[in-house]
């Protein structure tokens, strides 16, 4: 069973070069990168809760966790 850890999402966002900053419990990515990858103005709609690992986009809706984000991306998740 995959046990969720934050340093594993920074390490990740890092190693695929994703701009991220942290606000409190959420982690902000600069774009979604299921629906919004070639758009040029940053903004907050895709976030990573730190304290679970969730994901949302509030504009394409797209949820899940890291393990999701890893493999929608074509990532292996371990």
Same mark, same amino acid.
């Given at each position: 069973? !995959?046990?969720?850890?934050? !340093?594993?999402?920074?390490? !990740? $966002?890092?190693?695929?070069?994703?701009?991220?900053?942290?606000?409190?419990?959420?982690?902000?990515?600069?774009?979604? %990168? !299921?629906?919004?990858?070639?758009?040029?103005? %940053?903004?907050?709609?895709?976030? &990573?809760?730190?304290?679970?690992?969730?994901?949302?986009?509030?504009?394409?809706?797209?949820?899940?966790? $890291?393990?999701? &984000?890893?493999?929608?991306?074509?990532?292996? %998740?371990?």
């Amino acid at each position: 069973m !995959f046990e969720y850890n934050q !340093f594993d999402l920074f390490d !990740f $966002l890092n190693q695929i070069g994703k701009k991220y900053r942290q606000r409190g419990k959420e982690t902000y990515l600069e774009n979604c %990168p !299921f629906c919004e990858q070639n758009r040029p103005n %940053p903004s907050d709609h895709f976030s &990573f809760r730190t304290d679970t690992g969730q994901f949302n986009c509030i504009k394409c809706n797209t949820k899940g966790n $890291l393990i999701t &984000f890893k493999r929608e991306l074509g990532y292996e %998740p371990f």
